[in-house]
């Protein structure tokens, strides 16, 4: 039988993996809390007592690890990674960027690039990779 923070931690888990996997998208605690099964404050209370941090800081640090393998990998602009990555506002983008990481975005792009960094991949095949398959809807049978 499962102790009551086991159960609490699946719940929690399961807001954590949807930031993980769709971290661009623009998520409030509502929608977080309501994965866990959770009130907004109850839910925000146990996130940041089982993983240190809140969910918006845990969101947001999430973004910016994308955006630092964007920036490193990507021909894209900041502005461009900015939005992928789920930022509503390329200063705010920016703010949370270098207090995480150190540096401004544009800096980290050219330490990167001077480091010797991985070729940069077309802006165009990584905005193509982010867009959704279109599925074709398939013909109905005909009927003689």
Known sequence: ???PATAVLVHLRRARDLMDSRYAE???L???AAEAGF???????EFKA???EPPGTYLSR??????????????????????????????????RFTELVGCPPTEYRRRVVAEG???????????AWSRPAIQEKPNPPRTP
């Open 117 to 127: 960094g991985p070729p940069m991949v077309p802006g165009c095949f990584v905005m």
């Open 39 to 45: 009130s907004r404050y109850h839910f925000a209370r």
């Open 30 to 32: 509502t929608a977080l």
């Open 50 to 52: 089982a993983y240190g």
């Open 1 to 3: 039988m499962p102790t």
């Open 26 to 28: 623009p998520l409030d």
């Open 62 to 95: 999430r973004r910016v690890e994308r955006a630092k393998d964007l920036l490193g990998a990507a021909n894209l602009t900041v502005t461009e990674i900015c939005a992928l990555v789920g930022f509503s506002s390329l200063g705010s983008f920016s703010a």
